[in-house]
């Protein structure tokens, strides 16, 4: 049973640039969320994505993008890179429910670095 | 807006010592208490997590509990080991099918043998 995986692992980027990261969820989920972990901090959520739609978005400008594919994977675009968001981005897959939600899985992160 | 507090931001104790972790959320909404850990360079895992119509759960060492009223919630952990050591976080979400998870700031766990 696949976990859920990220790619790359590692990113390097400069001010301005463009990135976007990757994410498969967990075999069986339908569900994807962006999390944001600076250095030091607790994971804070981005986005979250459902039938190819953005369901929830948290506190985070218009650079920041998604999509979700019809295979439920899952990308994450950020433009116009600033030195603030090199960080640990993390993709948690899940499947909605009602009583019982089925737990977030995370992924292993990729480590953006803005130079 | 929502938040989650956590305290201590550190803890150290010896082999065998209980530790303890405290949490408090803001959203009086939140009904779903997750608790993750994550070791040095790994992704966070889920180590027990209680949803808002119980008040305690435990699973072997671990046990999480649950105050509605006061909007707390701590993580137990007994009999504690070398490989219990690394950052523990809290988290609150509404039970809105589709989860919003609000982190708490972390606690680093040091277990010394």
Redesign the interface.
């Known amino acids: 049973d696949a976990g859920?995986t990220q790619s790359p692992t590692h990113l390097i980027k400069t001010r301005g640039q463009q990135v976007t990261l990757r994410c498969s969820p967990k075999s069986g989920h339908d569900?994807v969320?962006w999390?944001q972990q600076a250095l030091?901090?607790?994971?804070?959520?981005i986005f979250?994505y459902?039938e190819e739609e953005e369901?929830?978005r948290?506190?985070f400008p218009d650079r920041f993008s998604g999509h979700q594919f019809p295979n439920y994977s899952s990308e994450l675009n950020v433009n116009a890179l600033l030195l603030g968001d090199s960080a640990l981005y993390?993709c948690?897959s899940?499947t909605?429910?009602?009583?019982n939600?089925e737990?977030?899985?995370?992924?292993?992160?990729t480590r953006l670095l803005v130079l | 807006?929502e938040n989650?507090e956590?305290h201590p931001s550190t803890l150290s104790v010896q082999e065998g010592d209980s530790a303890v972790i405290k949490c408090t959320y803001s959203d009086s909404a939140s009904n779903?208490f997750?608790w993750?850990k994550q070791e040095l360079g790994?992704?966070?895992?889920?180590i027990i997590?209680i949803r808002s119509n119980v008040g305690e759960k435990k699973d072997q060492r671990i046990a999480v509990t649950l105050n509605k009223t006061a909007k707390h919630f701590s993580l137990h952990i007994t009999e504690t080991q070398p490989e219990d050591s690394a950052v523990y976080?809290c988290?609150a979400s509404r039970?809105t099918?589709?989860?919003?998870?609000?982190?708490?700031?972390?606690t680093r766990l040091l277990v010394s043998p």
């Open positions: 859920v569900t969320s999390y030091g901090q607790g994971p804070q959520f979250q459902y369901r929830q948290g506190n993390l948690a899940s909605p429910g009602t009583e939600q737990t977030q899985y995370f992924g292993p992160g | 807006g989650v956590q779903y997750p993750y790994k992704r966070p895992q889920l997590d976080f988290a039970d099918g589709f989860q919003k998870l609000v982190f708490g700031t972390g």
